[in-house]
């Protein structure tokens, strides 16, 4: 039939592995459970790498936009912009400030750090 010593030892790996992707789902759902649920009203400090490519010029919206996991589609539907408007937004067009408190609110920022780098 088998080595039964190699059996058990599969059998363990498979339990093992079972155990470790069990973590990581749950570490995934807790990292998208903040995002689905807009943060409960308070924002989240931005990384430090963040803030660095917003200050070497990148821009805003696109970099945080990313860093959350959220395609432009759902950032439209977040915010009610359009998402060909939030990619012109990302290319550099200029944009008032209805659009950056929305998108703010969606992105879970600050206002302030739309408006210094619009």
């Known amino acids: 039939m088998g080595d039964p010593k190699l059996i058990y030892y ?51 919206v696109r970099v945080v936009r990313q860093f959350r ?14 998402p060909n408007h939030i990619s012109a937004i990302e290319r550099g067009m200029s944009y008032g400030l209805k659009s950056a408190k929305r998108l703010a609110e969606a992105l879970d920022i600050t206002i302030d750090v739309l408006l210094d780098r619009s």
């Open 10 to 60: 599969l059998e363990i790996r498979v339990l093992d592995l079972e155990r470790k992707v069990e973590v990581l789902e749950k570490q995934l759902e807790t990292s998208l459970s903040g995002r689905r649920s807009g943060m409960a009203g308070s924002t989240a400090p931005l990384p430090a790498a963040l803030l660095k490519r917003i200050g070497d010029g990148e821009n805003t």
């Open 69 to 82: 996991l959220m395609t432009q589609r759902e950032l439209g539907e977040r915010s009610g912009i359009r």
